[in-house]
């Protein structure tokens, strides 16, 4: 076997100069044709070798190859050329083999003259510099040409070996020259001759292995036709038929020799270099090939020394590589005849191959389980139970493709081997249902013993296409759940009952469930017809059935609610065609009890959603639903108008009395939300129960509850019949007074005790206030704009005063506390998101005043991970609709949360306390969501800025006082938003900021340190970056110091003084490299020097611009910076300690924010240099 090159090498893609011999030379020594002929026949190419001997290179070898230093193949293959033309003698051919010539001759005798190799080979070399240049080549073209090209090589490749299997192939100059060739282009630094090549060579490879196998084959039948002429006796022996098989025996073993030694060639000077190659492509091609070679011609491939590149390549990062490997193991496994080979590569790499059941790519990792599934098939004992318990977990995937997978190894592990020892024989299997009864027992026990997961339709997801007929088997499934002395317990039934429910969904919609991701669009013809047949044989056998199922288990709600959404998957149609009236009767008859008897949500929704379905009037049987549903509301509606009395009359109610009157309206509400009840008139005597509870506080929440939502389902379905046809005057304004009054109704339980009430009264009313807001005139409903109804002040100030006290609250504001269960803290958390979704719809579809969005945007920071995806999406649409008032409500959120942080703490030290740190957060997220679109939002920046600087000097110090303004420290939160601006704004606000200066005093020497942070992100060329041609930032190789860099130290000193050591380190400055035109020689040279291929300018390059820009500094507004002032030289020791270990902080900063190039032209160069520094919206900030 070759030996291995180190680790350090294992992927690599350049030349190794080697001995100058053939590569064939090498392998066939020793054989029969002589070592002198095969060299002097063969072209001398460098073979690649390892890495000790790749350092050591002959000078004085001028024919091998080194591609490191501008020489290539074709240079040795023009002059070896050259000498074969001038020495090559004519070989000898063997008598028999009268095809095995080098040279053709023609007719008049004369020998026919090579074509010259000059023009062979300046192809090559023009070929070379093409794909050099462009990058493409036919393995790797697009285009509906080269779809079919690679097929095409491979298949020429294959039939060159088959034409020439009988002469051509043992002659020494063709095969010999081929596999030089293809050596010395398979070690080139052109990746396309590489890719090519190792192609080829594989593929040449392969077919050589076919001949190889024949060639056994031929032998084989060889040595027993000798045996048998051998053994004949004296008499019928025949010398001349045994020396033509020893003759024959000696060509064949002549022929294998060679064979082997092609194909020792190939492994040595291709495969084993290439398999560990830099391109991926090439791996693949290795690994393919070679698995193929183990699987047909095993004898001398499926060996340890083969096998275990295979295993070492399973390790490989990228996954078509991994993923080749695991087909060719599979390929392995699945040979039963070659499994007593593969124990100790099992027992080597077995670990691995469990592993990559949880591969990061879904086809590996479905690929490993596939093997698995193989492995445990056909060799016994190898996964131990603990292998097979890290696979279970996967059935519960969210990939489809990998949890069905993992659902046949659990089926081929635990359930199919039970099954089959159960079974006393075929026709017995098949007419007794006593394997499928022990199938659904040990799918019980593995779904609540292993405790993985809470729902079991995942489970029946993954193991509907490999036990899709026992899941099928609803008659057992029946039989256990109907047996009266069955050994079932409570969790089992109820497992039992949701896998029934789940295969009855899926065998009727072919779905999965909700979460589970599948790659099918649609379903063939044929898997509908099976889903249509499936769908009537459940039906015919169910609906007999469901009656019964209810009335055994219409005591329990956990179980009960489950069956009845069986209905949902029925064919109904069959209830009239096959004559099942009386089953729907009796199961009327089980419905009406399950209602009366039941008042948990889930058991009435389900309830009610089956008496939707049956109450179709397209249905002949709808007259007996409809008289059904007409009989059960009757009777809950004269238990409400009793009980409604009693509490009306009384002062006090025990506690039965109150749990009969909300049942009673829970199951009220539960039917009033699918069908319409209108024709009770329930309106009335709820609103006076709401009234009463309102006033008097003496109705219990239990009742108010529901209370609420009967009214609201009233509104709503008086909507729906005024909307169907042409109302009067009077039925609108009624139902406007009914919206009115109930609105008033939730108004004032926003301010109950209760939170239960608060919360079910804010989302009636969100939803009220949308419904009747202006849009509903929308698409030719004008008869309908009496009923729009706009809320008062008052009423919108509750709404948002409520939203900051049960939705933006702090983790351990929760009533539960820390002994909450996590599902009980999910369930708050989507309360509190299906809260704020309902204020926000308010806001976009203009209920509710724009400005009280500053109320959401200022939480956007500090709620990120709980809210963050709706504030987001309420502040795009926000800007959406009006850009200008949008930014407007982000300075009011900025400016509400600097007044409650100044209120709270005062303005001394504001700008080193936590909460200011938050604030600068939340202005840079602001700043980050205006995109890159800087033109546009040119005057809306410049606007926020203009008020920004009004708000921070609108509150001026006492006269006489050199105290700064309270509201002054706004301005370093100003500054998160100057990389929006272009140089001319920034030049006009900082002329702006020195006019409203000049209205304050200052004492001379003491620097404001807001003013100057401010100034100094106003700066030219600040907070500029560096991006891609594709708008990606660039990280900075390293630090650059040149002459820009020293002169802008020189320039800007004061401004660096400026900054606070508690702030936020600035953006690092970096440009575009669309402005390459513009560098300076000088930075272009130190960037070459520095070995970058990225282009990278200097810090100071903004020193290009406007030369009336250096001028400006913050000593302009008469805010001097004293070095020496009090306490600003411990700052900036501070500053310059810190300065160098923040570096990697400003770096991570830079590519957090995603700078991008917007690309625009303007006519001067300072105009383009101002649009190549905008910014893009970064998604995983904002």
């Not at 029969?32 to 390892?50: H, I, K």
């Not at 001028?62 to 050329?81: I, P, V």
């Not at 319409?676 to 109705?699: H, N, S």
């Not at 306390?913 to 033109?935: C, K, V, W």
């Amino acid at each position: 076997m070759p030996t291995l090159r180190s680790s350090s090498s294992r992927y690599h893609s350049s030349s190794s100069p080697s001995s100058t011999s053939s590569p064939l030379r090498r392998a066939v020594a020793g054989g029969r044709r002589s070592v002198s002929a095969a060299s002097s026949s063969s072209v001398s190419v460098a073979m690649p070798c390892d890495d000790g001997d790749s350092k050591q290179t002959s000078e004085g070898d001028s024919e091998s190859l080194s591609a490191g230093e501008g020489s290539d193949f074709e240079d040795s293959l023009r002059r070896n050329g050259k000498k074969r033309a001038a020495k090559r003698q004519l070989k000898p051919t063997p008598a028999k083999l009268p095809k095995k010539r080098s040279q053709t001759v023609r007719a008049n005798g004369q020998k026919e003259s090579e074509p010259p190799a000059s023009d062979l080979f300046d192809a090559v070399k023009g070929a070379k510099s093409d794909m050099q240049d462009s990058g493409d080549y036919p393995l790797t073209a697009s285009g509906p040409s080269w779809k079919k090209f690679q097929g095409s090589f491979c298949e020429f490749v294959r039939t060159l070996v088959y034409q020439c299997q009988y002469g051509l192939l043992y002659d020494g100059f063709p095969m010999d020259n081929l596999i030089s060739l293809l050596t010395g282009l398979s070690d080139s630094q052109v990746r396309a001759f590489r890719h090519t090549s190792t192609l080829a060579a594989m593929k040449l490879m392969t077919s050589l292995v076919r001949v190889a196998l024949q060639l056994s084959l031929h032998k084989d039948n060889n040595q027993r036709q000798y045996e048998a002429e051998r053994n004949k006796g004296p008499g019928q022996r025949a010398p001349e038929r045994l020396e033509s098989l020893l003759e024959k025996r000696r060509e064949l073993q002549e022929h294998q020799e060679e064979i082997e030694g092609m194909m020792n060639a190939l492994f040595r000077g291709v495969f084993v270099h290439r398999y560990r190659d830099v391109l991926p492509e090439i791996r693949a091609i290795c690994i393919e090939e070679i698995g193929s070679w183990m699987q047909s011609y095993s004898t001398s491939f499926l060996t340890d020394s083969y096998l275990k590149y295979i295993g070492w390549t399973l390790h490989d990062k990228h996954r078509d590589v991994r993923l080749k490997c695991l087909k060719a193991l599979k390929g392995l496994y699945g040979n039963q005849d070659l499994t007593s080979r593969l124990e100790l590569f099992t027992s080597r790499f077995k670990d691995r191959m469990v592993s990559m059941v949880m591969d990061r790519e879904y086809d590996v990792a479905v690929e490993a389980v596939r093997l698995l599934i193989v492995i445990l098939k056909s060799m016994d004992g190898v996964l131990t139970d603990a292998d097979c318990e890290s696979i279970y977990p996967v059935v519960y995937a969210s990939n489809r493709a990998l949890a069905s997978a993992a659902g046949e190894f659990l089926y081929w592990k635990l359930f199919y081997p039970e099954c089959e020892t159960r079974a006393v024989g075929g026709r017995e299997r098949r007419r007794s249902p006593r394997p499928q009864r022990t199938f659904f027992y040990l799918l019980l026990s593995f779904f609540v013993e292993s405790e993985l997961h809470d729902h079991a339709a995942y489970l029946v997801d993954s193991l509907w296409d490999c036990a899709g007929p026992l899941l099928k088997d609803w008659e057992s499934l029946t039989s256990l759940l109907l047996e009266k002395d069955q050994n079932l317990g409570d969790v089992q039934e109820s497992t039992l009952i949701e896998i029934l429910v789940s295969s009855v969904r899926q065998a009727s919609e072919g779905h999965p469930p909700v979460g589970r991701v599948t790659g099918k669009k649609g379903l063939t013809p044929k898997e509908r017809k099976i889903q249509a047949d499936d769908k009537v044989k459940l039906t015919e056998h169910l609906i007999p059935l469901l009656p019964q199922l209810l009335a055994k288990f219409s005591a329990d709600a956990e179980k009960v609610a489950p069956l009845l959404q069986l209905l949902n998957y029925f064919d109904l149609n069959i209830y009239c065609t096959r004559r099942l009236e009386k089953h729907l009767e009796l199961l009327l008859q089980q419905l009406q009890e399950v209602v009366v008897k039941h008042a948990e949500p889930a058991v009435l929704e389900a309830g009610a959603h089956a008496l939707y379905l049956l109450c179709n009037p397209e249905f002949t049987f709808f007259t007996r639903v409809d008289f059904a549903r007409s009989q059960l509301v009757d009777l809950l509606t004269d238990r409400f108008q009793q009980e409604l009395e009693e509490l009306l009359q009384s002062s006090f109610l025990d506690e039965d009395e109150v749990y009969s009157l909300a049942a009673t309206l829970k199951r009220l509400s539960a039917f009033y939300n699918a069908h319409d009840l209108t024709r009770w008139e329930l309106y009335e005597p709820c609103y006076q129960l709401l009234r009463k509870a309102v006033d008097t506080g003496e109705v219990p929440h239990q009742v108010t509850l529901p209370a609420l939502t009967l009214v609201y389902f009233s509104i709503l379905w008086t909507l729906t019949h005024i909307s169907g046809s042409d109302a009067s005057q009077k039925q609108l304004l009624d139902l406007k007074g009914r919206m009115v009054a109930f609105c008033e109704l939730c108004q004032s339980c926003l301010s109950d005790v209760d939170s239960e009430i608060q919360e079910q009264a804010f989302v009636l009313l969100s939803d009220l206030l949308l419904i009747f807001s202006p849009q509903m005139i929308i698409g030719g409903r004008e008869f309908l704009r009496p009923l729009v109804f706009i809320p008062e002040a008052t009423l919108q100030s509750e709404l948002a005063s409520f939203l900051m006290d049960h939705v933006f609250i702090q983790p351990g504001e929760l009533s539960g506390g820390h002994s909450q269960e996590d599902h009980l803290q999910i369930e708050q958390l989507h309360q509190r998101r299906r809260l704020l979704a309902g204020f926000c719809k308010l806001l976009l579809y203009g209920v509710l005043e724009m400005d009280a969005a500053s109320d959401v945007f200022k939480h956007y920071s500090k709620f990120y991970n709980d809210y963050g995806d709706i504030i987001k999406e309420t502040l795009t649409r926000a800007r959406q609709i009006d850009r200008s008032h949008c930014s407007r409500i982000l300075l009011l959120s900025l400016k509400q949360l600097y007044t409650e942080l100044l209120q709270e703490q005062g303005p001394q030290g504001l700008n080193e306390l936590p909460a200011f740190i938050e604030m600068r957060d939340l202005a840079r997220r602001f700043a980050l969501s205006f995109g890159p679109q800087q033109l546009q939002n040119r005057d809306l920046v410049v606007m926020l800025h203009k008020e920004g600087i009004k708000f921070s000097l609108s509150e001026l110090p006492p006269a006489g006082s050199s105290s700064q303004p309270p509201n002054l420290a706004f301005l370093e939160l100003l500054a998160e938003f100057s990389p929006r601006l272009f140089h001319q704004d920034k030049q006009l606000l900082l002329s702006y900021l020195e006019k409203c200066l000049q209205r304050v005093s200052q004492a001379p020497g003491r620097p404001w340190g807001p003013v100057t942070t401010y100034c100094h992100s106003l700066s030219p060329g600040e907070n500029t970056a560096e991006v891609s041609p594709q708008g990606y930032p660039r990280s900075k190789k390293r630090r650059v110091e040149g002459p820009s860099r020293q002169h802008r130290e020189d320039v800007s000193a004061s401004q660096e003084e400026s900054l606070q050591p508690n702030s936020i380190p600035a953006t690092p400055m970096l440009t575009s490299t669309a402005v390459k035109s513009g560098q300076p020689l000088g930075a272009s040279e130190e960037m070459e020097e520095g070995g970058s291929s990225e282009l990278a300018f200097p810090q100071g390059l903004y020193l290009l611009g406007n030369p009336r820009s250096r001028s400006l500094s913050p000593q302009h507004f008469q805010t001097p910076l004293n070095p020496s002032g009090p306490g600003l030289g411990k700052q900036l020791t501070r500053l310059s300690l810190m300065e160098e270990d923040e570096e990697e902080l400003e770096i991570h900063d830079d590519l957090s924010e995603d700078w991008q190039g917007s690309g625009k032209s303007s006519s001067s160069s300072e105009h383009r240099l101002d649009l190549l520094d905008s910014t893009e919206l970064n998604t995983e900030d904002f």
